[in-house]
């Protein structure tokens, strides 16, 4: 069975980069949610106000998306997806018996997450929902409150891997504490 390696986490805790660091090791498909629909937001404003807000988009729209991109061919990192106990469920009913599933969740406290997107910011890579201080304690709240008990969720999930890492340090210790997570349970 291909794998399945899904990073969650909140904002800015660096799980682009993380799966790009992966993608570089291995031949992972990487499908990063919040990427795709700031590219489907250029020619739709209907995503780039909800997305502008800080707000998440339908179940519909990203179940559309992962069904069209998800392909059981390849291993494969989701990078923003889940992010609401349906969309968890979801990803299991349909996908647990055509991977093999290991969940990563990136674990941060909060001023780190709000430290490291004004980093984002300064460094240059901000993007349009990260200067708006409004919509990213939105999406800070919508992290505890929506993604974290699916988190808790797929946690208790029998049959699928899910580890807590620690990245509250630099970038080369978080890769390696993501490593030894991931060939712990192999
Ligand atoms: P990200 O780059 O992962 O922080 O995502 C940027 C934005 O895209 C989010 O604030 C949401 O508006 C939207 N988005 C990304 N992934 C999802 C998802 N799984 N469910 C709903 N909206 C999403």
């Known amino acids: 069975m291909n794998k399945l390696i899904v990073l969650m986490?909140?904002?800015?805790?660096g799980k682009g980069t993380f799966a790009?660091?992966?993608a570089s090791r291995h031949k992972y498909q990487i499908i990063e949610t919040g990427q795709m629909l700031r590219d489907a937001a250029k020619t739709d404003t209907t995503i780039a106000e909800i997305m502008a807000r800080g707000e998440l988009l339908?179940?519909?729209t990203l179940t559309r998306?992962?069904?069209?991109?998800l392909d059981i061919h390849h291993d494969t990192i989701l990078d923003g997806f889940p992010r609401t106990m349906s969309q968890a469920q979801w990803l299991i009913q349909n996908y647990a018996d055509k991977f093999d599933i290991h969940v990563l969740y990136l674990d941060v406290p909060q001023e780190i997450m709000i430290r490291r997107i004004k980093k984002r910011i300064r460094d240059g890579g901000g993007r349009a929902d990260?200067?708006?201080?409004t919509a990213v304690m939105r999406r800070l709240d919508i992290f505890w409150n929506e993604t974290m008990p699916a988190i808790r969720w797929l946690e208790s999930v029998p049959g699928i891997r899910f580890s807590d890492v620690d990245v509250r340090g630099d970038v080369n210790d978080n890769f390696n504490n993501i490593l030894t997570a991931l060939s712990s349970q192999e």
């Open 20 to 22: 790009k660091m992966l």
């Open 58 to 60: 339908s179940f519909e």
């Open 130 to 133: 990260d200067a708006d201080m």
């Open 65 to 69: 998306l992962i069904a069209r991109t």
């Open 9 to 13: 986490g909140g904002q800015g805790v």
